[in-house]
Nanobody, 116 residues
Framework: QVRVVESGGGLVQNGGSLRLSCVVS????????MGWYRQAPGKERELVAR???????DYADSVKGRFTISRDNAKNTASLQMNSLKPEDTAVYYC??????????WGQGTQVTVSS
């Protein structure tokens, strides 16, 4: 069984920064893509950023230039550095991993709240 665990959420003021971390329980598990999604109240879950095993990165337009995703393939960890946070970034953030058979695994989510 693969477990995905996020950490690093919290309350921050408008313009502040947070760093989210994602750890996969099995370091030997082969991961194709690691990503971060978020879901705000009353809205659908949306992609924030994702990174492939080869280092290709996609960002949502709303976070480009402010968020940075990274991963450590050897440790099966990923991070999301979030700068210049805005109230509209408030959401539950989920780490997602996908293996090479397109099977998805999700973490339990971590709350990020940005006060205005």
């Amino acid at each position: 069984q693969v477990r995905v665990v996020e950490s690093g959420g919290g309350l921050v003021q408008n313009g502040g920064s947070l760093r989210l971390s994602c750890v996969v329980s099995r370091s030997s598990f082969v991961i194709a893509t690691m990503g971060w999604y978020r879901q705000a109240p009353g809205k659908e879950r949306e992609l924030v950023a994702r990174i492939t095993s080869g280092g290709s990165i996609d960002y949502a337009d709303s976070v480009k230039g402010r968020f940075t995703i990274s991963r450590d393939n050897a440790k099966n960890t990923a991070s999301l550095q979030m700068n210049s946070l805005k109230p509209e970034d408030t959401a539950v953030y989920y780490c997602n991993i996908q293996d090479f058979w397109a099977t998805n695994f999700w973490g339990q989510g971590t709350q990020v709240t940005v006060s205005s």
